[in-house]
């Protein structure tokens, strides 16, 4: 660290829809080829700190910094056209259209860009999930939950990006699902893209991931290496409840 | 009625009904895109049509100007908006559609005379007019409000519908006019005759609309506006600006409405305010189709030009009353059989 | 200058102007209380109850040719006609509104703009209207043995309804009723939930817009003494609409300030816009249709909120009235039990989102339903609430199966929750977002609410309200704008409006999402002593902390199936629990 500049710096961030503040001064790194996730419960904040970071939604104050560059005003286009990409809780697929079109549409940017690889993009994604290669010309609406999730990740890799942001990825997932969800993380994380992961399941986030914050009513509370937070006591008492304060 | 009158009304019920299945197609493709429910579809027909009709009376049409003037407020309004975020690569492109194009747009029709041109260089050159004024026209009333409410969108879309009738009037006048035909051709089987222009009609139609759908089932940008139509924030995370997808959509609708109206401009005389009752009959079929599905809108649409058709056999005079109350039984059609999911628009 | 100052002010000013000004701007204020009006209705159609019309001119119309035809063919006298011409519009904006108001959204305003033609084209080709030509020598009407020939006696007729008007509108609004109408903008499922039946709301706007705009016809015609279709049609209707927004569709005066100034500026760009352009037409248009982009673009609430920052006409009431205790719904007694769900599945697709699942509530009780995000826990309580139905099983509350019945039927059970994702109106004040809660507590319709006869239980219910509001520690936010509250606090408001209707089953869904150590705490004491008083309450939450703390019993779900029942410590330690929440994958 120190030589290298991080992929995305969040300093400060402050979001609020009317006069309710939802993130108070958020501060978040993510350097080159890590995993770095953020759990906490629900209502904490997490995902519109992903989604302000998109800039789906707009700051009330804070500055982000995107490969060195620090963007003011900016729409969701650009971060995708610089190399960001979210994937959603909500997956937001599109339902009435097949496996392929929905990854050929994860390429958009790059073919206005002026790159046309997306087929070579496409077979490095139907060999990371094979399962959407059989399915490539049925209706995304038809899939099920794991094969959903699965064509949300491989539409976001369409695009080749340099940061991957997941959005709960393992919500209302069978568990032989979200192993595989999460080995593909791991592995994604060979190729030198790096990734920020908002999860409710911690220890599998904290496995995978290099660094962990833990975001609490918008508020980052908790934050260290991986492999550290994953034995803190606080972090297993936030989520079971099990401290003993009764 | 015998039947060679039932022919001849189906005939003209066809041809009528292919225009309003075509404005129907327009309509849910910008509902489906935008939100945006497109009142002012009716004004590119009678632009089209009263354009195209000015060419050949060797008149310089209206639309010109409203073309430079709308490029000229739309240059003001980007420029000022890229130079509040400092996006100075955006300069060169703001210039050159919204001045320099209808700049060359006035320079090529004021110095030639586009009246003795052949018809399908006429016809170009009133689409190359008309059919910018969408997008524009999406950049300054509705690109703003991007993000309201239907209800919100479909006033302004209401107001937009009525500055462009009054502007319609200043650059048209009151006085209607019609094209002259396309073909003289007619197709004889038996006694009943086809006119050249129902078959020009019912073609043309028909072509576009296969071009449409081979647009949005092959071509990138096809798939990019039904992925928006579909979802909107999926279609955002995969670098589809809802801005181009807005004027993308305002373009084939504007093209769309200029085409039908030239295509009728031979068949009946245009006013500067016919567009209006012509775009709702393709609403009564879109509505039909519940603004969603195309082949319903359509056919719809060609229901409600044979019922308009017939109607004015029977009572002509309460044709309008037949066509518009049509709508009422459809609403209720479409209310027993959705199942409404309550929630904020 | 105090409120009631400004209006009296108002008040004097209208009624001295026409002893002082000249005809032509007599004419022009008449033309102006006209319209206002019919912009008034769409007030509290389109501003209040987010419903939209284009076709208000068509129901000008009813009125208008209602009276002309019987009082012209039949010689009847105006004031039966004026009845005659309210009961034919009723007729058709009810028929109208129950074809057409159960879809929401866009259905309504194309429907509008339909029929606005439709009975445009009618009024021009049915002969016994007299055609395009129209209808003429039409009676004046006489009041008390005063014929009201000429526009200046007109004018106090015509603004003396206008104000009745607002005044009813008004009273409306401050009400019972009037909560349920403002909730439809954004908070249907809410309201419903509350036990608001929210459609009888729709239709009663629909029809008091369609009847404000049926007498504006009826003046109208009896002013001019004469009638033809050009003012019934379409694009005036449009008018009218441009009208209330630019004048601000959210307030009352809004109406008079759109159509002072829409009458005006059209009068104005009538004379200078034909000169402008050397021909003759209605060019106003242009600059209606820009003005009104601009304003929707710019201001979107209109005129009227700009103008009253510089007017002290905000009169909010600050004090909580002292009343009669509401009667109770629900009297607590032993540990009967209130919920019992039995073998309930929801199916959604190929989704099993709920399968066999079961659990129980007795009064005095917390029950506490956990499970990871996406086990079902939502689904399981629309099947409780009556949001959406199961597709087998069972649900029996205080003894009777409750399938198939609507939100609505349930809450008048006596069941009331809080949303997962805060579903409160943000510009009423907090006191007003609990009353609705107490809703189906009172009883007074529309017409005691317009004239304001219902003051005494209306009263009683903003006092509970307010006992309510005390009992979460939101006091000092009494008559805040709700949505100015912190998260936490907005939270607590939907747990006192649920209280508001006191309830035997309180509904929470996620209620600690969101807040911090010490509002749980306080949340917590107040759930602790409502079980106290004997109130049977179901918990859905994630705070692992919370619901361990407070819950007697807990049911937890993974998959749509019951995973665990039991004591809080027993549940604490199954691995099956500890495995579905802290994950882990190894």
């Keep these: ?246 | 009625m015998d039947l060679q009158i039932a022919l001849l009304l189906g005939q003209d019920g066809i041809t009528n009904g292919a225009i309003y299945a075509l404005l129907s197609l327009a309509l849910v493709l910008v509902f489906a895109v935008t939100r945006v429910i497109f009142i002012p579809q009716g004004e590119f027909v009678a632009f089209g049509a009263l354009t195209l009709a000015s060419f050949q009376a060797g008149k310089t049409p209206g639309t010109l100007w409203l073309l430079l003037g709308a490029g000229f407020v739309v240059a003001i309004v980007d420029l000022v908006v890229a130079w509040r975020r400092r996006k100075w690569r955006r300069v060169p492109a703001i210039l050159g559609w919204n001045l320099v194009y209808p700049a060359l747009m006035a320079g090529l029709i004021l110095s030639i005379e586009p009246s003795k041109w052949p018809l399908l260089a006429q016809i170009s050159l009133a689409l190359a007019l008309v059919v910018p004024l969408g997008p524009m026209m999406y950049r300054l009333a509705f690109q703003p409000l991007a993000e309201a409410p239907v209800l919100v969108l479909l006033i302004v879309s209401v107001a937009v519908h009525l500055v462009l009738v009054g502007l319609g009037l200043v650059f048209f006048g009151a006085e209607g006019s019609r094209a002259a035909s396309f073909s003289d051709v007619s197709l004889d089987i038996g006694e009943f005759s086809i006119t050249g222009q129902t078959l020009a009609v019912v073609l043309t139609s028909g072509v576009l609309i296969v071009v449409l759908y081979q647009f949005f089932g092959r071509s990138l940008y096809g798939k990019a506006l039904r992925a928006t139509a579909i979802n909107r924030t999926g279609a955002r995370l995969m670098g589809i600006s809802t801005v181009m997808a807005g004027k993308l959509s305002f373009l084939l609708a504007a093209g769309i409405g200029a085409l039908s109206g030239i295509l009728i401009a031979p068949i009946t005389t245009v006013y500067y305010d016919t567009g209006f009752l012509i775009g709702l009959k393709g609403f009564v079929g879109a509505i039909i189709g519940g603004l969603a599905s195309y082949p319903v809108a359509a056919v719809g649409a060609v229901a409600v030009g044979l019922l308009e058709s017939y109607s004015s056999f029977y009572a002509s005079a309460f044709k309008e009353v037949i066509v518009f109350t049509l709508i009422i039984p459809m609403l209720l059609w479409r209310s027993l059989t959705t199942r409404h999911v309550e929630e904020e628009s | 200058m105090t409120p009631r100052r400004v209006l009296a002010l108002f008040l004097c000013l209208v009624a001295l102007a026409p002893l002082v000004l000249s005809e032509f701007y007599v004419t022009l204020l008449n033309y102006i209380g006209l319209s206002a009006l019919v912009a008034l209705g769409l007030v509290l159609l389109t501003g209040v109850g987010g419903l939209t019309s284009f076709g208000q001119a068509a129901f000008v119309g009813l009125g208008a040719y209602t009276s002309a035809y019987l009082a012209t063919v039949f010689a009847l006298s105006p004031w039966l006609t004026l009845a005659a011409g309210m009961v034919v519009t009723a007729v058709v904006a009810l028929l109208l509104g129950w074809m057409t108001l159960r879809l929401s959204g866009h259905y309504l305003p194309l429907g509008t703009i339909a029929w606005g033609i439709s009975l445009y084209f009618l009024f021009g080709n049915l002969e016994f209207l007299g055609g395009h030509t129209g209808l003429g020598g039409i009676p004046v009407v006489s009041l008390l043995g005063f014929e009201l020939k000429d526009g200046r006696d007109f004018y106090f007729l015509i603004w003396v309804v206008l104000l009745g008007a607002v005044w009813l509108t008004q009273n409306l609004l401050d009400s019972r009723e009037g909560r349920a109408i403002r909730a439809l903008k954004g908070g249907v499922l809410m309201a419903e939930a509350m036990g608001v039946d929210t459609a009888r709301s729709k239709i009663v706007i629909f029809l008091i817009a369609a009847l404000f705009a049926s007498v504006s016809g009826w003046l109208y015609v009896h002013l001019q003494r004469f009638v033809n279709p050009t003012p019934f049609g379409l694009h005036i209707g449009i008018e009218y609409l441009f009208m209330a927004v630019v004048g601000g569709a959210a307030s009352v005066w809004g109406a008079v300030v759109g159509a002072g100034v829409i009458t005006v500026l059209k009068q104005w760009l009538q004379d200078l816009l034909p000169q402008l352009f050397g021909a003759s037409g209605n060019f106003e248009v242009i600059v209606f249709g820009v003005l009104m982009v601009v304003v929707l673009q710019r201001a979107r609430e209109g005129l009227w909120p700009m103008l009253s920052q510089w007017m002290p006409v905000h009169s909010s009431r600050r004090q909580v009235p002292i009343a009669d205790f509401l009667n109770k719904q629900c009297s607590f007694g032993g540990s009967e039990l209130i919920l019992e769900v039995r073998d309930v599945t929801k199916r959604f697709g190929g989704l099993m989102a709920n399968n066999q699942m079961s659990l129980s509530v007795r009064a005095g009780e917390v029950m506490a339903l956990i499970g990871p995000n996406g086990a079902g826990k939502s689904t399981m309580f629309n099947c409780i609430s009556g949001v959406d139905g199961p597709t087998s099983g069972d649900v029996f509350f205080r003894g009777v199966s409750i399938v198939g019945l609507d939100a609505r039927r349930i809450a008048r059970r006596g069941m009331s929750r809080t949303f997962q994702h805060v579903r409160l109106l943000p510009a009423m004040t907090v006191i007003e977002n609990v009353a609705i809660g107490a809703h189906l507590r009172g009883h007074r319709g529309i017409t005691a609410s317009m004239l304001h006869l219902e003051r005494a239980e209306e009263n009683s219910l903003l006092a509970e309200a307010a006992r309510q509001v005390e009992r979460v520690g939101l006091k000092d936010f009494m008559f805040e704008a709700a949505g100015s509250l912190a998260l936490g606090q907005q939270r607590l408001l939907e747990v006192a409006r649920a209280l508001a209707s006191n309830p035997c089953l309180l509904l929470l869904d996620e209620p600690a999402a969101g807040l911090r150590y010490l509002e749980k705490q306080a949340l917590a004491e107040l759930l602790r002593r409502l079980r106290d008083d004997g109130m049977a309450i179901l918990l859905v939450e994630h705070d692992m902390d919370f619901v361990m703390g407070l819950a007697d019993r807990v049911v937890v779900m993974e998959f749509g199936e019951k995973i665990a029942e039991g004591l809080p410590e027993e549940v604490q330690r199954n691995p099956a629990v500890l495995q579905a929440y802290l994950g882990g994958v190894a």
């Design chain 1, 1 to 246: 660290m120190g030589a290298v500049e991080p992929i995305l710096v969040v300093e400060d961030l402050c979001v609020g829809y009317g006069k309710v503040e939802a993130l108070h001064h958020v501060g978040i790194v993510v350097e080159p080829g890590q995993i770095v996730t953020v759990i906490g419960p629900n209502g904490a904040g997490k995902t519109t700190m992903l989604a302000t970071v998109m800039g789906l939604l707009s700051r009330s104050r804070g500055t982000v910094r995107f490969l060195g560059e620090n963007l003011k005003d900016y729409a969701v286009e650009e971060m995708v056209a610089r190399g960001m990409n979210l994937v959603p809780e909500s997956r937001a697929l599109f339902g009435e259209m097949s496996v392929e079109e929905n990854l050929q549409l994860g390429a958009f940017m790059r073919h206005r860009l002026g790159h046309r690889d997306h087929l070579e993009t496409m077979a490095w994604v139907f060999e990371i999930f094979p399962r959407l290669k059989e399915r490539r010309d049925q209706l995304a609406f038809t899939l099920s939950g794991g094969e959903r999730q699965m064509l949300a990740v491989g539409r976001a890799l369409m695009a080749k990006p340099k940061l991957l942001m997941l959005d709960e990825p393992s919500l209302g997932l069978a568990p032989l699902i979200v192993r595989e969800i999460f080995r593909v993380i791991a592995d994604l994380k060979q190729t030198g893209v790096a990734i920020l992961l908002v999860e409710q399941n911690a220890r599998a986030a904290l496995q995978v991931a290099d660094y962990g914050y833990v975001l609490e009513t918008g508020e980052v509370s908790l934050a260290g290496p991986a492999r550290e937070l994953i034995d803190d006591p606080r972090v297993i008492e936030s989520y079971l409840g099990l401290g003993g304060k009764h």
